[in-house]
């Protein structure tokens, strides 16, 4: 009878050892973070493609491979540069994030923005050498453009999601 119980015992173990292992941990969290960002209104969007800076009236510096993530949240835009550079010679920078882009959302889902004397952030801290001015931009379909001037440079981004 005891060893009975000890094998049931053990078996039963095993089983909850089991069950603690399965894949349904990793669904249920995806969900709450699916519905944690919906609450928040947050959503982003990766787009590839060229930014050209206007470097004096001879130069110019074009980079056919930059991302810009743009994130919809209420209220606000966010975009972001993700391992940009804007000249040739210049180290590449992790992130430039430009914050608080006020936006209009149109009926079919297209999107305009305008910003002007924001402040990007470079590592979190205030970049204010490159402040945006004249910023004009939107975003149609699959594709993203803006035009600014970031700092003394102009710069132009045109680029489709990733």
Not at 56 to 74: I, P, Q, R, W, Y
Not at 109 to 136: A, C, H, K, R, W
Request: hydrophobic residues 35%; aromatic residues 10%.
């Amino acid at each position: 009878m005891k060893k009975i119980f000890f094998v049931l015992s053990v078996m039963g173990l095993l089983s909850l050892g089991f069950a603690s292992c399965g894949d349904d941990d990793d669904e249920k969290d995806n969900t709450n973070n699916t519905e944690n960002n919906e609450k928040k209104g947050d959503s982003s969007v990766s787009y590839r493609g060229a930014m050209v800076v206007t470097l004096s009236e001879e130069s110019t510096f074009k980079n056919d491979t930059a991302e810009c993530v743009c994130t919809l949240s209420e209220g606000a835009l966010k975009l972001s540069f993700v391992d940009i550079k804007f000249a040739e010679r210049m180290p590449v920078l992790k992130q430039i994030e430009v914050e608080e882009i006020p936006y209009e959302m149109e009926s079919n889902g297209d999107y305009t923005f305008q910003g002007e004397s924001i402040v990007p952030t470079y590592m979190g801290n205030p970049f204010s050498q490159y402040t945006l001015s004249t910023l004009n931009g939107n975003v149609k379909g699959d594709a993203l453009s803006f035009t600014c001037v970031m700092g003394n440079y102009p710069i132009s981004f045109s680029g489709t999601k990733k």
